[in-house]
């Protein structure tokens, strides 16, 4: 019986890989490359981890010392001549991982979550919101702790939009106080 899904062949899996890192907007660890590669049901993790050894040792990807995984010059060319031999179920099972990762990577990006320790024992939140644009929030506080900075910083990362309405709203609010 024939195992499902498209991708079985090692140079199949080699090309997915390839096809993948051309893709991402930036360098990604070996797990991030796994889940968004393993988008067949035919592929094999054990062929898809030799065939990622085997693109390093071949400069078509390299490995920084950090653990993560870019593409070079060479893997670009070979995946743009190749791609279209991938199958369009496959290409479009990993386009919709891939966007969905790169859409979280621009979000991180425009965001700044930070806590900071000062001289005098306190901390100082710095919260950041950009979009394409450019900046549009840049909000510094001193807190008294560094657990309730850091308890601000990551509820402000799970929905930075909702602190810029509410200072937009108290700041553009025409009604009187006493109302």
Known sequence: MARPGFIHDPLDIKLLVLYVMSRVSAPVDFSTLTALALQDDGMD???FAQAVEELVASGHLSLADDGLY???DKGCDNSAVMENSLPSVV???CNRA???HNSALRRESQLIARVDDLEDGRCQLTL???DDAGQLLH???AVPARDRGQQAADRFRQAPDRLLHTLLAALLNDEKEGE
């Open 45 to 47: 993790y054990f062929l």
């Open 98 to 100: 891939i966007s969905q």
């Open 91 to 93: 290409r479009g099972r």
């Open 139 to 141: 909000l510094t506080l």
């Open 70 to 72: 870019s593409i070079t």
């Open 128 to 130: 950041g919101l950009s």
